[in-house]
């Protein structure tokens, strides 16, 4: 994993590229001795109102299906089809992949951004579904959302990473992991062994956020918590989710596996609220699997920082 290069290197780097090439132009001998080392370009923005704006669309859906996105209901598929539509304009080969748990069809999507080595794959994923009694907007559209804007934005940029991208939404995870598991299960052990990590994004825009880094693989950690550092958000490691999200059938296939978390319906401690402000004793999700986890019950400032560390991270694990 290459060693975590600040943002502004990446622009100096160029820089140092423009000189170069003006002084050969110029018939100069460009001095290279000692240049900063050329990285890959940093990652764009993500726009958090475009990140707001798929979530206000999940809230839509829900409302016109019966309150919910949930696994085998209209509202589950509803969301997928946007998501799919999204992808399939924007340049990304699509696959749903179909499956039955407790005798619903429930349906993974797959988006592979065209490119970049199939032996190396970097893989970002989110569930798409809600439980039944809730539209499911922080757990899970903001993951959802924030992967979906992210890989819109790989297309703006005509990204050409060095590793294969590829981007899932998976369905009936509060089934217990279902459709990541069913697709990891699907996977030969030599395509498993293609996928040089995943990342997991469940819960990135709780209302009353933390900042937890998966710590289940140390250089997919380090990239995130040196995201963080670097815009001076103090992070912790997210221990309560072991085994409790979609990162869970890829850990347990051997791959390595990172995310980030916002809080559920654990409370806030006095000092945790010191260094990330919000209330303290009160739940980061109060609405954690409640009806009132709507387009609402999302902090913005969580929700575009989660969004532009996720970018950053596609952008350096894919270099
Ligand atoms: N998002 C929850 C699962 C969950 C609870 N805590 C964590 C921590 C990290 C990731 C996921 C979770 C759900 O889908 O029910
Ligand atoms: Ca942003
Ligand atoms: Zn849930
Ligand atoms: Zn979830």
């Known amino acids: 994993m290459p060693l ?3 943002p502004i290197r990446p622009r100096l780097a160029t820089a ?3 000189t170069a090439a003006a002084l050969i132009t110029a018939g100069a001998t460009p001095v290279t001795a000692g ?15 475009s990140v707001k704006a798929h979530l206000n669309q999940f809230q839509s859906i829900a409302t016109a299906n019966g ?8 509202g589950y598929k509803a969301s997928l089809d946007y998501v799919k539509g999204k992808l399939d304009a924007a340049g990304f080969t699509t696959s749903v992949k179909q499956f039955t748990s407790g005798g619903r069809t429930g349906y993974n999507l797959v988006a592979d951004w065209p490119g970049g080595d199939t032996d190396q794959v970097l893989m970002a994923g989110a569930h798409l579904d809600s439980v039944t009694t809730g539209p499911g907007i922080n757990d899970n559209g903001s993951g959802s959302a924030a992967i979906l804007e992210t890989a819109l934005a ?14 899932a939404w998976w369905g009936a995870e509060e089934l ?15 395509n498993r062994s293609r996928i040089s990590g995943y990342l997991n994004f469940d819960m990135v825009g709780s209302p009353n956020p933390g900042y937890f880094v998966y710590d289940d693989d140390p250089a997919l950690e380090k990239v995130f918590k040196d995201y963080y550092a670097g815009l001076g958000v103090p992070t912790e490691i997210e221990t309560e989710g072991d085994g409790r999200s979609d990162h869970a059938p890829f850990k347990s296939a ?8 916002s809080g559920a319906d654990y409370r806030k401690t006095a000092a945790q609220a010191q260094k990330w402000g919000g209330t303290a004793g009160k739940p980061f999700d109060a609405c954690y699997h409640s009806s009132c986890d709507t387009a609402t019950n999302i902090d913005t400032t969580a929700l575009d920082r989660s969004s532009d560390a996720i970018a950053h991270a596609v952008w350096e694990l894919s270099e």
């Open 4 to 6: 975590h290069p600040s």
């Open 16 to 18: 140092a590229l423009f």
């Open 35 to 49: 240049a900063t080392p050329v990285t890959a370009a940093a990652a764009p923005d993500i726009p958090v109102t």
């Open 67 to 74: 309150g919910n996105r949930a696994h085998g209901r209209p």
């Open 154 to 167: 790989v297309s703006r940029a005509q990204f050409k990473p060095t590793k294969h991208l590829r981007f």
């Open 176 to 190: 217990g992991m279902v459709g990541s598991r069913n697709y990891v299960n699907s996977l030969s052990v030599a």
């Open 254 to 261: 051997g791959i390595p596996v990172g995310g980030l978390f």
